[in-house]
């Protein structure tokens, strides 16, 4: 691990300006994906902001009927409480499926929004990735690509974005309260926080430097059953091949977000008006221009098989 220094911040308009002073700053808090990055070199911040004690971990309800989820607030904590597991069922299962209890306890709402790829040529400094190194190239194309992209994607890059929680919250229409170093605060829908990787895949998000996420403000509840199917290599602490996040109405109406295709998570709004007329015409158009390859081919069947079986169990309601 390279040096760096360290400051503990006192506001979050502190902290927004204290990361901007500093080129290539990071905040922690949990720390459980930034850590982890810095020993193995691919993140080498010069300066590291702490967050933990500027008081954003409350989950508060909104006149609207909608909630307030602090940037602070621990993955295990926001899963259990009562007004997520009652309204916002998919958030809390999405969380659920994620990680470790472990991991969970320390992971932070805004951190889990920010966790970096997972793709191995990611991980592997000896391998170049225009994610990791601008302009190097990328080796997962040409490579293994099982875990990896398959729509959205382009010849720049090919991985897919880790999160199970942004997935549901993608589904939920939420907004990500931030604070920039000039003080000014705004928010941001998430269909616009994240970026498609085109040719410039170490822009993850639409943040500029040194803004500092606050909060996630979630819309008045969805009416309808709530699932989120994840399907993955083993049945616990593993990502996603595909994720499957819906809520859906006994006529089959509803919203359907995807997990493990893309580089972002993945919503067509397009695609939720063919949900009366099952699975397959769903999928067509949530995968419209999909470009596989031999080794992730399987996620395309995988999607329709997955999101079938969301639809029949909502039909039994």
């Given at each position: 691990?390279?040096?760096?220094?360290?400051?503990?911040?006192?506001?979050?308009?502190?902290?927004?300006?204290?990361?901007?002073?500093?080129?290539?700053?990071?905040?922690?808090?949990?720390?459980?994906?930034?850590?982890?990055?810095?020993?193995?070199?691919?993140?080498?911040?010069?300066?590291?902001?702490?967050?933990?004690g500027?008081?954003l971990d409350k989950?508060e309800?909104?006149?609207?009927?909608?909630?307030?989820?602090?940037?602070l607030?621990?993955?295990?904590?926001?899963?259990?409480?009562?007004?997520?597991?009652?309204?916002?069922?998919?958030?809390?299962?999405?969380?659920?499926?994620?990680?470790?209890?472990?991991?969970?306890?320390?992971?932070?709402?805004?951190?889990?929004?920010l966790?970096?790829?997972?793709?191995?040529?990611?991980?592997?400094?000896?391998?170049?990735?225009?994610k990791?190194?601008?302009?190097?190239?990328?080796?997962?194309?040409?490579g293994?690509?099982?875990?990896?992209?398959?729509?959205g994607?382009?010849?720049a890059c090919?991985?897919?974005?880790?999160?199970?929680?942004a997935?549901a919250?993608?589904?939920?229409?939420?907004?990500?309260e931030?604070?920039?170093?000039?003080?000014?605060?705004?928010?941001?829908?998430i269909?616009?926080?994240?970026?498609?990787?085109?040719?410039?895949?170490?822009?993850?998000?639409?943040?500029?430097?040194?803004?500092?996420?606050?909060a996630?403000?979630?819309?008045?509840p969805?009416?309808?059953?709530h699932?989120?199917?994840?399907?993955?290599?083993?049945?616990?602490?593993?990502?996603?091949?595909?994720?499957?996040?819906?809520?859906?109405?006994p006529?089959?109406?509803?919203?359907?977000?995807?997990?493990?295709?893309?580089?972002?998570?993945?919503?067509?709004?397009?695609?939720?008006?063919?949900m009366?007329?099952?699975?397959?015409?769903?999928?067509?158009?949530?995968?419209?221009?999909a470009?596989?390859?031999?080794?992730?081919?399987?996620?395309?069947?995988?999607?329709?098989?997955t999101?079938?079986?969301?639809l029949?169990?909502?039909?039994?309601?």
């Open positions: 691990m390279k040096a760096f220094t360290y400051q503990r911040a006192g506001t979050p308009a502190e902290a927004a300006a204290a990361a901007a002073q500093h080129p290539g700053a990071r905040f922690i808090a949990g720390g459980t994906n930034l850590l982890d990055l810095m020993k193995l070199e691919i993140e080498t911040p010069p300066h590291l902001v702490d967050v933990n500027l008081e989950i309800s909104m006149p609207d009927g909608g909630l307030r989820v602090g940037a607030v621990r993955n295990t904590d926001l899963a259990a409480d009562l007004r997520v597991r009652r309204d916002y069922a998919v958030l809390a299962r999405a969380l659920l499926a994620g990680a470790s209890a472990q991991l969970r306890n320390k992971a932070t709402t805004a951190g889990n929004l966790q970096r790829t997972r793709c191995p040529y990611f991980y592997d400094t000896n391998m170049a990735c225009n990791r190194t601008p302009g190097s190239g990328c080796s997962a194309i040409g293994y690509t099982r875990q990896l992209a398959i729509v994607h382009s010849d090919i991985a897919t974005h880790p999160s199970d929680m997935v919250m993608q589904l939920l229409d939420a907004g990500v931030t604070v920039r170093p000039d003080g000014t605060a705004r928010t941001i829908p269909a616009d926080f994240y970026r498609l990787p085109g040719a410039t895949p170490h822009i993850e998000n639409t943040l500029v430097p040194g803004e500092l996420i606050t996630v403000t979630l819309p008045q969805l009416k309808g059953r699932y989120y199917h994840k399907v993955r290599d083993r049945s616990s602490y593993a990502f996603a091949l595909v994720s499957v996040a819906a809520v859906v109405r006529d089959g109406v509803g919203r359907v977000a995807l997990g493990g295709v893309a580089h972002r998570p993945w919503r067509v709004q397009a695609a939720e008006s063919r009366p007329h099952g699975a397959k015409a769903v999928t067509d158009e949530l995968l419209a221009g470009r596989t390859t031999a080794d992730n081919a399987f996620k395309v069947p995988l999607v329709q098989r999101l079938a079986a969301v029949a169990d909502a039909r039994k309601a």
